[in-house]
């Protein structure tokens, strides 16, 4: 069963930082394009940031200069180096990846995880 994996949310005061990661599993041959999105409480759900198989980045406007997104291919994980955390950075943060399985090429969410900013 093929999945994608969060981890690494929580509480955080304002100016800290955090490390999210996202793991895909399953029978997998390749992972073209992963990336974070987030959905703050009433909002839509944003872009945060994507990497492609070969490395390069996109961000949202909002967390350019703070977030660094990175992949370790071999492990088929994508993170997302948070720093400088605001209020408003405070949402459901979600793994989306566009991956390679038998059968054809699929986009696959991961469950979530939450991201508390507050002191």
């Known amino acids: 069963q093929v999945q994608l994996v969060e981890s690494g949310g929580g509480l955080v005061q304002p100016g800290g930082s955090l490390r999210l990661a996202c793991a895909a599993s399953?029978?997998?041959?390749?992972?073209?394009?992963m990336g974070w999105y987030r959905q703050a409480p009433g909002k839509e759900r944003e872009l945060v940031a994507t990497?492609?198989?070969?490395?390069?980045?996109n961000y949202g406007d909002s967390v350019k200069g703070r977030f660094t997104i990175s992949r370790d291919n071999p492990k088929n994980t994508v993170y997302l180096q948070m720093n400088s955390l605001k209020p408003e950075d405070t949402a459901v943060y979600y793994c989306?990846?566009?991956?390679?399985?038998?059968?054809?090429?699929?986009?696959?969410w991961g469950q979530g995880t939450q991201v508390t900013i507050s002191s």
């Open positions: 399953g029978t997998i041959f390749s992972i073209n394009t």
């Open positions: 990497i492609t198989s070969g490395g390069s980045t």
């Open positions: 989306r990846g566009r991956l390679v399985i038998t059968g054809g090429i699929y986009v696959y």
